[in-house]
Every structure is written in C-alpha cells, then in structure tokens.
C-alpha cells in the first residue's frame, strides 16, 4: 500500500475521538508529511507501538504524537530534542519550525550515525545531530524556545532549564517509577499532564554501545581471573615444603 495512504490512516486514528492525541493542524501536517518507514522500516512503521532498536525504545506513533503536542512548539522555533533515536520526532519538528532550526543529541554513538542517515534520507540532513551527554544539552546553540528531554529523570537537569529562552519550555518525563509528562518553564514551574512510560535518561557509560556499560564490574571480572590463574602457596616452586 502507498505509504502516503498509511500515513494518513494514522494520523486519523491519532485524531479520533478514542485517542484524540494528535489536535493541532500543525502535528497533523507534519505527521502525515514525514515518511515514518524511513525510520523505522516499513514492516513497523504505522503499527501503534514502541519497539527497541539499537538499545533505545522507539516511540509509538501515539506517544510521539502526545510528547508533540505538550511540546507546542511555534513557527520558526529553535528546537533541541534530547535522544534523538532513531531521528523520526525530530523530523515532525523540522517539518514544522525548518530542519535549520532542530538540533538533536544522543549519548549513543551508533544512535547519531543511524538518526544522520534517516534524517538525510527522509529530506532533513539540515537537522544538527551530535553526541552528546543529554543532561549537559547543547549550548553551542542556545538559548532554545522548546527542549524535547525523551528520557525520564527525577528533576529537571539544571543545563537544560538554562538553555531555554525566557519564555521557553521544557517538556520531559518527570520521575522513575511513577513517572508524568511534565511542562517545566524556565522559571522551574512545573505542569504534569498525565503519566507515561519512558527509558531512564543514561550517563556516560551506560549507553548500549560502550565498551563495558559499568567499569567496576569490568574491573572486578580481571581481578577474579587473575586470581583464578595464580597458583595458591602450596603450588609455588619456590616453596621448600620439606625443609
């Protein structure tokens, strides 16, 4: 089938009255005019559910829809997206504020690599994509009108509320187990819409593709094997055990 067609089914089940999470024009515009199997492939594309990919979980069409709108972002808006993925919700922005106008990061290397290529692929290699520690965000290009944080962290990070503009929004998963979909303003004021179901925001060394997620553990395991290879004290050559 055109995926043009399957893109239009989606975005009318997304607007329907039952899940009514796609309302605004402009998400509806946007949604319809992304190629979401440059993404995703084909196979998974307009199915509503998240999946893994390379160790990160993408998101539904619904969900991606609901984060959209919370974020509410304006015409020509500098936008940062914080775990870019697989690139898909950054493309919905560019769409709508201009791929210029998008910068996204992601602490998974191999994550940057596949988000440059669909984007490049879908029309939108003009979004900035690098890596980067998402709690550290991007001040190279700051001060953002919207940041889209696809992570879940217990507070706010404090690099990213100062990166916004003075009327700027922060929308993000707040909390770990228990966790809502929260507007925080650049001010810290804080507005909960709901409860959702996101990844842990990762810190260097616990994403998917480092050597060793923890280095401790990695340490412990040469320790125990070289403890393991050397001989006990009744072994050692050097030993008289008859003098």
């Known amino acids: 089938m055109d ?8 975005v009318d089940s997304l607007q329907h009255e039952s899940k009514g999470v796609v309302r605004s024009a402009w998400l509806s ?25 390379l160790g990160t979980r993408v998101l539904s069409p619904s969900t991606a829809g609901r984060v959209l709108e919370t974020l509410s972002p304006e015409e ?29 990061i992601d602490i998974t290397r191999r994550l940057v690599i596949e988000a440059r290529q669909n ?11 690098d890596r980067r520690d998402g709690a550290a965000g991007l001040p190279e290009y700051a001060p953002y009108d919207r940041i889209l944080l696809e992570a879940a962290a ?8 100062q990166q916004l503009t003075d009327d700027g929004r922060l929308v993000m998963p707040l909390g770990t187990g228990e966790q809502s979909l929260a507007v925080v303003e ?16 990762l810190v260097e060394g ?11 553990h990695r ?16 072994e050692q050559e050097w030993i008289d055990w008859d003098g």
């Open 3 to 10: 995926p043009a067609v399957l893109r239009d089914d989606m």
């Open 29 to 53: 515009a946007a949604m319809r005019a992304v190629p979401r199997e440059a993404f995703v492939g084909e196979q998974q594309a307009y199915s509503d559910r998240p999946f893994e990919r």
């Open 76 to 104: 020509d808006d500098d936008v940062l997206v914080v775990g870019a993925g697989v690139g898909y919700t950054a493309a919905v922005l560019a769409e709508h504020v201009g791929a210029a106008n998008v910068h996204a």
């Open 119 to 129: 984007l490049a692929e879908a029309g939108y290699d003009a979004v900035l994509v």
């Open 154 to 161: 217990i507070d706010p990070p404090r690099a990213l509320l």
């Open 186 to 201: 650049a001010d810290g004021s804080v507005t909960r819409h709901g409860t959702v179901a996101f990844q842990p925001m």
């Open 206 to 216: 616990e994403q998917a593709d480092t050597v060793e997620r923890n280095r401790t």
């Open 219 to 234: 340490e412990d395991r040469e320790r125990a094997r070289r403890a393991a290879q050397s001989r006990a004290g009744w």
